[in-house]
């Protein structure tokens, strides 16, 4: 993500003398291969841009691009890790020339994202760069990158465990992300469906420590029944084995219709 970011930031800072002379005279596709080299070597992916391509530079540099797919890995279940109908990625230009990536808005429109453990073990969000297997890239030439605006609009994540026999759906995703590094601490509210149960959330973590602890503090609402769950705690052992503690509060008016929710006719 950040080694993405940070392409996409100096294609707009060396685009902008083009744009500026002659915005309308410019025909971004024909840099899709290009695009396709930079995506490459930043996450040894293949990097597919099949609809238009635009940039602007006035009075914010822009790249907008359609019908976007990122590869996944030999194995995987779906040929695309991500599939993106459109995405627009709106950058500050001042901090950009002072070597930090501040980006100010990122819109993602139907995206498809495919995260899953393979039977051996790999994860497809684990990169594969110049050797070095990383889940951001190799960080070493990297910028301090800053989101203040990432929307999702109805998107999916599908999560696959092969080996432990586990396949989850998060459908109708319509969220709201902000964080101050790619390191913490984030922001995110919005809705998603989960097993077909429509919930609300909102969230906030800290800053990971150390690459593997990150403290957390969840809000989650449900219509039916009225609840409200609240969960507060760390996750510890992230690049490994993910366990949380912490502490669960919850309150509601009807159990049933919770219950009833989750599992229609699972009670009288």
């Not at 971004?28 to 930079?38: A, C, E, H, V």
């Not at 890995?73 to 901090?95: D, H, T």
């Amino acid at each position: 993500m950040k080694k993405i970011l940070w392409v996409i930031g100096g294609l707009l800072v060396i685009a902008a003398a083009a744009v500026l002379i002659g915005p309308g005279m410019v025909d971004w596709n024909q840099y899709k291969s290009d695009f396709k080299t930079l995506a490459k070597n930043a996450t040894g992916r293949d990097l597919v841009i099949n609809g238009d391509i635009s940039i602007a530079v006035l009075p914010k540099p822009t790249l907008i691009a359609q019908n976007v797919l990122l590869a996944n890995i030999q194995g995987a279940a779906s040929k695309n890790m991500v599939r993106l109908k459109s995405l627009e990625v709106r950058i500050a230009l001042a901090p950009l020339l002072g070597g930090q990536v501040k980006v100010e808005q990122v819109k993602l429109v139907n995206p498809e994202i495919e995260l899953e453990v393979l039977p051996d073990g790999r994860r497809n969000w684990v990169f594969d760069v110049g050797g070095q297997k990383t889940a951001t890239g190799n960080t070493a030439s990297v910028p301090p990158i800053v989101l203040d605006n990432v929307s999702i609009v109805n998107g999916t994540l599908t999560y696959r465990d092969t080996k432990g026999g586990i396949l989850e759906r998060v459908e109708k995703i319509n969220a709201t992300f902000a964080a101050a590094s790619l390191a913490g601490p984030f922001e995110s509210a919005g809705g998603v469906k989960i097993r077909g149960v429509p919930l609300n959330y909102n969230l906030n973590v800290g800053e990971i420590i150390h690459a593997r602890t990150v403290p957390f503090n969840l809000q989650l609402g449900m219509t039916p029944g009225a609840l409200a769950l609240q969960m507060s705690g760390t996750l510890v052992g992230i690049a490994d084995a993910p366990k949380v503690k912490g502490k669960i509060k919850g309150e509601g008016t009807s159990l049933a219709a919770v219950i009833q929710a989750i599992r229609p006719g699972a009670l009288p």
